[in-house]
């Protein structure tokens, strides 16, 4: 193919916009030492790029997901969760070894009780440290 337009390209990839994105991060992957899947021909990274698409060596889909993931900042990784009933475990073991808790109770004050003792607070002295 001596020449790769778009219109070549996208018969592979729908969206333009997707298929720009796409061949730029093909073309930087190839900047950074990713083996080309089509003949050079002295053409540059953008160029080999989109006429790896358009010849279909490379998948779009797989492109795709290469490039989400590099963008991705932070990757969830789904652990299985062995610990969780060892844990539990341990807690209810915890809970049968200690002293029942005693009743806490708390002063009530009503609203009156509460704007008296604000009422009855001293400003404190002014001082030139503030």
């Known amino acids: 193919m001596a020449r790769v337009t778009v219109e070549d390209c996208i018969d592979k990839v729908d969206n333009r916009f997707e298929l720009v994105l796409l061949a730029g991060h ?12 089509v003949p050079r021909d002295n053409d540059k990274n953008p160029v080999v790029a989109l006429r790896e698409i358009a010849d279909e060596t490379l998948s779009p889909d ?4 290469d490039l989400i993931h590099s963008l991705q900042k932070h990757v969830e990784v789904d652990e299985p ?15 049968d070894t200690e002293e ?6 708390f002063d009530r004050m009503t609203e009156e009780d ?3 003792g604000i009422e009855g607070l001293v400003a404190p002295e002014k001082s030139d440290d503030y």
């Open 26 to 37: 093909r073309a930087r992957l190839i900047s950074q030492g990713a083996q080309i899947t």
């Open 62 to 65: 797989d492109l795709k997901e």
């Open 81 to 95: 969760e062995a610990e969780a009933p060892e844990a539990a475990d341990q807690t209810v073991a915890a809970m």
């Open 100 to 105: 029942p808790e005693e009743n806490i109770t």
């Open 114 to 116: 509460l704007l008296a």
